[in-house]
Structure formats: structure tokens, C-alpha cells
């Protein structure tokens, strides 16, 4: 799956809100995907659903509408890695995230300074890590 395909339709031009995931989540047993930009998924997906109320938006279950409605109002949501770690175990999983830390970070780099970022706790964590474990390097 291309998760960077499935997200480009729904990248705002102007970019206003930055929210920072750690991964899509792995495919279910049937193969069915819940990742946040899928269109076809449930408006009712954990992550889909607390974002939408978070910013105040009503899709009215329709989560294809929900995505235009984040594009339009800038907010753009980039995970740390693009392979799936929510099935990964705990060591695996932090080094599929710290692989992925500097794509992520070439990417906020082509962003306006100034615009807001939220982020997951863990991505969070993993961004102390780095810097301190650069900053003590060099």
C-alpha cells in the first residue's frame, strides 16, 4: 500500500496544523486498512474520529468528506514511520520509528517555520532521543 499516494489528495496547499503520528497501523485480519487517509475507511477509526472532534468538525460519518475538510483547512497529518509498528515488537518497533526519523524531519524542513505541530507522545520521545543523542555527539 502507498500511503503517501492515498495521502496526496488530501495534503493542504497551505499547510496551517502539522499533526505527527508514529505509523499507519498494520492491515487487520481481513486485509482492511485504518489508515488515516484512507478514504474508504470508517469516519469512526479511533484516530479519524478523536481528530475530528478535536478540531470541531462534523463529517457526518462520511470520512472522505472529513479529509476534504482537513485539507481545506490546512492540516496535514505525517507519521514518523511508514511501516506499520503497531504489531512490531517493542525494540523493533522503536527502531522502525528512529528509521524514519529523518525522512520525517526533511519533510517538516520544506514546511513555513512557524506552524503548529502536535504530536504522539511516542514520536515525541523519539525526538528527545535523538537530539540529546546528537547533541552529546557533537
Same mark, same amino acid.
Given at each position: 500500500?502507498?500511503?503517501?499516494?492515498?495521502?496526496?489528495?488530501?495534503?493542504?496547499?497551505?499547510?496551517? &496544523?502539522?499533526? &505527527?503520528?508514529?505509523?499507519?497501523?498494520?492491515?487487520?485480519?481481513? %486485509?482492511?486498512?485504518?489508515?488515516? @487517509?484512507?478514504?474508504? %475507511?470508517?469516519?469512526?477509526?479511533?484516530?479519524?474520529?478523536?481528530?475530528?472532534?478535536?478540531?470541531?468538525?462534523?463529517?457526518?460519518?462520511?470520512?472522505?468528506? %472529513? &479529509?476534504?475538510?482537513?485539507?481545506?483547512?490546512?492540516?496535514?497529518?505525517?507519521?514518523?514511520?511508514?511501516?506499520?509498528?503497531?504489531?512490531?515488537?517493542?525494540?523493533?518497533?522503536?527502531?522502525? &520509528?528512529?528509521?524514519? @526519523?529523518?525522512?520525517?524531519?526533511?519533510?517538516?524542513?520544506?514546511?513555513?517555520?512557524?506552524?503548529?505541530?502536535?504530536?504522539?507522545?511516542?514520536?515525541?520521545?523519539?525526538?528527545?532521543?535523538?537530539?540529546?543523542?546528537?547533541?552529546?555527539? %557533537?
Amino acid at each position: 500500500m502507498d500511503y503517501h499516494e492515498m495521502r496526496r489528495p488530501f495534503e493542504p496547499t497551505t499547510v496551517k &496544523l502539522v499533526l &505527527l503520528a508514529e505509523s499507519p497501523p498494520a492491515p487487520n485480519k481481513r %486485509g482492511e486498512s485504518k489508515y488515516f @487517509y484512507n478514504p474508504t %475507511g470508517s469516519a469512526r477509526e479511533s484516530l479519524f474520529e478523536a481528530t475530528m472532534k478535536a478540531l470541531g468538525i462534523d463529517c457526518g460519518g462520511d470520512k472522505e468528506k %472529513g &479529509l476534504h475538510e482537513l485539507r481545506r483547512r490546512g492540516v496535514l497529518l505525517l507519521d514518523m514511520s511508514y511501516i506499520p509498528v503497531n504489531k512490531l515488537p517493542k525494540n523493533d518497533r522503536n527502531k522502525a &520509528l528512529e528509521r524514519g @526519523y529523518d525522512q520525517l524531519i526533511e519533510k517538516l524542513s520544506k514546511l513555513p517555520a512557524g506552524i503548529p505541530v502536535a504530536m504522539s507522545m511516542s514520536v515525541f520521545l523519539i525526538g528527545c532521543k535523538r537530539t540529546v543523542s546528537m547533541s552529546s555527539t %557533537g
